[in-house]
């Protein structure tokens, strides 16, 4: 039966992400670790294995295990006085009565004994007596649908009736309900870790239809699921749903850990769930320190991911969807790292234990809020009207001084810019003899062609590829480079390079390109190679402008792709160009051709034009994306209000032998900050700390590829700017 839709997991959508900077009202936790979060009216319930808060600035106060504080003043509220006698795991809210559910370690509820593992508590912290549901082990998490409390952990019995690690309670009563009746077996263990059954995580869609449950286990009522399952919960009991991967299957290389899950959610309109986990690099094994989003609908076997983020060897403990964010924490170092353990590999960008992921592909989004130190990790990560809430066991957050506990506001942050899809008619763009030419095109016929661009500095004849997004211009080079230029439909500005963050020719052939073209649906640009016989793809996030190291075969048939010169895709149609000089267009299903839909639309003995050549692309009917001109080669920013002692670094690229120049200028003229360029770990040259805005530093650097500016504030607080070789701007005379 499903239980009606007044949920307490609000499924919360955000139409931006959250503000990198941390709100100043929150109160602190001095000690242990934040578990749960819960905000329920205008409160909010925090628990974990801490004892000790206060308000910012005030006296430390003894709270063990939970506490509550206004929602909108951060003020503790000291009528809210419940006595645990051990950790609290989870909290959530029961919205017909707003009070709040407890799940834990805990034996005792207020000097009540036999009160193990679950409780109901009111806004005095009293225990709800009318609320008789108990249980014989941990709870570890709870959700409320409707009037309905689920409830999961390592329990075997439920209000002393036989009910194995996922329950289903009356919300009001506590009445065990016979909705959820599963038996889990056969725990994974390994040679250093024994393992036991448990479900450790548990949530379900806004309509009640499913539910989705991580864990220890091979087996639920001897159907094989191994550590994750979906549950139909539209049958009387519940069923194991027609949904298995075999991705879990395997096991990590950290032995410690048979069950290597940490957390899932739920997207907030009920189609897709993410889950995170640790058990160290296992040779790029989407299992392990990953995130991982699935498609909740999906029925059959051998499920595949949609996508998979890799930290590159670290723990990942939570996850949050927010609808235009994915966020993820734990004690990474990096994102985007499939290739390497440990150690930065292609593609690899700096997020310390937090990071925004987009929804579409799992590439980080630019938005960053660093936890340093990272400690264990990020254990609880709530959407909520305000923000995103983080619980931790650490102090700082962006800098700012938080322990345990953050809220990083809605306010402050902003839209992910997504591009304007492609329609027709609209005018087609092609470099032909090292001019660019545009015509009129209505998806089956083109006009008259005529010069568009014809500046030597375009350089058409060397572009390898070239696709535009809503004014922003992305075109492949032959000397390897991903250039971005701004492009109005009248304008063509100079081409920046994209960074690819160590994506060399061996992982992205750019300089190979015959065709690129862009889906903004999935995220992912399409494209062909000169000489192979495929269509490729791999993700891109025109937010960030960050590329997904690997790559991946779209298909290898109904095209002969290894003949393509052009190609671009409008809704669910490719148009691509052979060398034998003739126009195709071919339906595009589920990312790959389909077989019987190629059409000839062009050619010398079609149209009279010879399409062979170049790559060609078609007018965006906007351009809400087209890059601000660039001021400099490489620009970067302080992320907020950086502090005394604080530490930034910045990569760029170098070429061996060509001077570098870099500007450092600070909107703060009390502030000192020093400067630093550095190949690697070597400082190449430092700031004399004269003080003073702006400062400069020249460097020849003695070898090519990625060097980083180190800014270090020495006094002071200040937001910065890093220019490296400025436009039309020198170092002063000496």
Known sequence: MVPTAAAADTFTVHDSVVSENPADFIPEVLDGQVNAIAPVGDKVYVGGSFTSVREPGGATLNLPYIFAFDRSTGAIDMTFDPVLDDEVLTLVESPADGTVF??????????????????????????????????????????????????????????????????????????????IDFVFTEAFSTANQTGFVSVDRLDVTPDGSKMVVIGNWAKIDGIERNRLAVIDLTTAPATVADWQTDVYDVQCAARRFPQYILDMEISPDGSYFVTVSTGAYTGGNPACDTAVRWDINAVGTGIEPTWVSYSGGDSLYSVAISGEAIYVG???????????????????????????????????????????????????????????????????????????????????????????????????????????????????????????????????????????????????????????????????????????????????????????????????????????????????????????????????????????????LVGSQLYYSLADGTLHKVDMIDGAPVVGTDLVIGGPAVDGRDWSGQDFWFRAPDANLMPAAPVAEFEFESAGSATSDSWQTFEFEATAGVEV???????????????????????????????????????????????????????????????????NESPPAP
Request: no cysteine; aromatic share 8%.
């Open 102 to 179: 407890a799940g834990g370690k805990f034996k005792t509820v207020n000097g009540e004994i036999n009160r193990k593992g679950l409780t109901k508590l009111d806004s005095n912290g009293d225990r709800l007596a009318g609320f008789i549901g108990r249980a014989d082990g941990r709870v570890k998490d709870l959700k409320v649908l409707g009037n309905t409390l689920y409830a999961g952990g390592s329990f075997t019995e439920i209000n002393g009736q036989p009910r194995e690690r996922l329950a289903a309670l009356d919300a009001t009563t506590g009445a065990l309900l016979p909705a």
């Open 330 to 568: 734990g004690h990474q170092r990096w994102m985007n790292n499939p290739f390497r353990g440990d150690r930065v590999g292609p593609g690899t960008v700096d997020r310390r234990g937090l990071a925004a992921l987009d929804p579409l592909n799992g590439v980080p989004l630019s938005w960053r809020s660093d936890r340093a130190p990272r400690g264990l990790g990020a254990f609880d990560l709530v959407v909520s009207d305000e923000g995103l809430w983080v619980g931790d066991d650490t102090e700082f957050l962006n800098g700012d001084y938080h322990p345990r506990l953050k809220l990083l506001p809605l306010l402050g942050g902003g839209p992910i810019p997504r591009p304007t899809p492609t329609t027709l008619p609209t005018t087609l763009y092609q470099p032909v003899a090292g001019e660019l030419t545009a015509s009129s095109f209505d998806g089956t016929t083109a006009g008259t062609s005529s010069i568009a661009d014809a500046s030597i500095e375009a350089d058409w004849a060397a572009v390898r590829g070239a696709v535009e997004l809503s004014g922003a211009l992305y075109t492949g080079h032959v000397d390897g480079t991903l250039r971005l230029r701004g492009f109005d439909g009248t304008t063509i500005a100079d081409a920046a390079p994209i960074n690819l963050n160590g994506v060399t020719s061996q992982y992205f052939a750019v300089a190979g390109l015959s065709g690129l073209a862009f889906d903004d649906v999935n995220g992912r640009f399409y494209y062909t190679v000169s000489g192979s016989n495929a269509l490729y793809y791999r993700y891109f996030s025109p937010e960030s402008q960050i590329v997904e190291p690997r790559q991946f075969v779209a298909s290898t048939t109904v095209v002969a792709w290894n003949q393509v010169e052009g190609m671009e």
């Open 661 to 727: 120049n870099v500007k450092l200028e600070w909107d703060d003229p009390a502030a000192a900050v020093n400067l630093f360029v550095r190949d690697g770990n070597t400082v190449l040259v430092k700031d004399s700390l004269a003080a003073g805005t702006p400062k400069w530093l020249t460097v020849t650097p003695t070898v090519t590829g990625t060097h980083n500016v180190a800014v270090k504030i020495k006094a002071g607080a200040t937001d910065y700017r890093v220019l490296v070789n400025p436009f």
